[in-house]
């Protein structure tokens, strides 16, 4: 089992705060958020750590005696499923958790995916009370998520008019078996190279319900999570209301 986390990416929403930074290093408790998920995989006895890297990647060179880099070239005209395919080699030989740079998250959420032999997600059973404390309305950025009486993905991705809609957010963290991604390739590269570039995980995701090309197997997580994604996240994460373990 190895881990990947996917770093490629520029965080835009952030604005000015990662000109000269990156939002995986941004600190979340005096701590940036990549050493959470570098500490997760180390705790859930994943060793083999890989960083897909991008945007400012130089900055990740500090971490190169814990975590092997890779580089996606084509970062500026991609999304996360290019930089998922730089690591295609590795995934074809080795079973893999694969993560967001820009979420922390307790170390059993990884635990719970070590053995499972489908493609798998996982998704925060605890999201509404942090949506609340994030936006304004709650809905906000918020996307639909529902699953069937066998924990299977029904429904993703599309915009939430009202909390009960969603029983979960996807968190940012999905497992491959080498079967199950030569399968997710084979389907990837059945689309155009312009979608191939611009569709993110989720919309795959969709795709793949759409099609009924490959189930996805849902793991419930009910501890701590976060995503940062816009500048007030990290106003709440770094908050005394805001508890990390």
């Keep these: 089992m190895i881990g990947i986390i996917l770093a490629a990416g520029k965080g835009s929403r952030l604005g000015l705060i990662t000109k000269n930074n990156h939002k995986a290093l941004l600190l979340v408790k005096g701590k940036p958020i ?114 069937d009486d066998f924990a299977y993905l029904k429904n993703i991705g599309e915009p939430l008019d009202c909390l009960s809609n969603a029983c979960g957010q996807y968190m940012g963290i999905i497992s491959f078996t080498p079967k199950i991604f030569y399968k997710f390739n084979k389907i990837f590269c059945t689309l155009t190279e312009e979608k191939r570039n611009k569709i993110d995980v989720t919309s795959f995701l969709k795709h793949l319900l759409i099609t009924k090309s490959l189930n996805i197997k849902t793991i419930a997580y009910k501890g701590v999570w976060g995503e940062v994604d816009i500048p007030t996240d990290l106003d709440l994460y770094n908050s005394s209301s805001f508890y990390f373990p």
């Design 34 to 147: 990549i050493e959470y998920q570098i500490d997760a995989f180390y705790q859930a006895g994943i060793n083999k750590i890989y960083i897909i890297t991008g945007y400012n990647s130089h900055l990740f060179d500090s971490y190169k005696d814990q975590v092997t880099l890779l580089y996606n070239p084509n970062w500026q005209n991609s999304n996360m499923l290019i930089s998922i395919m730089t690591a295609k080699d590795l995934l074809n030989e080795s079973s893999a958790i694969i993560s967001y740079s820009d979420i922390f998250y307790e170390s059993f959420a990884l635990k719970s995916l070590l053995n499972q032999t489908e493609l798998s997600i996982l998704y925060s059973t605890s999201w509404k009370e942090l949506w609340k404390n994030r936006f304004k309305n709650a809905t906000d950025d918020a996307e639909t998520f529902s699953i």
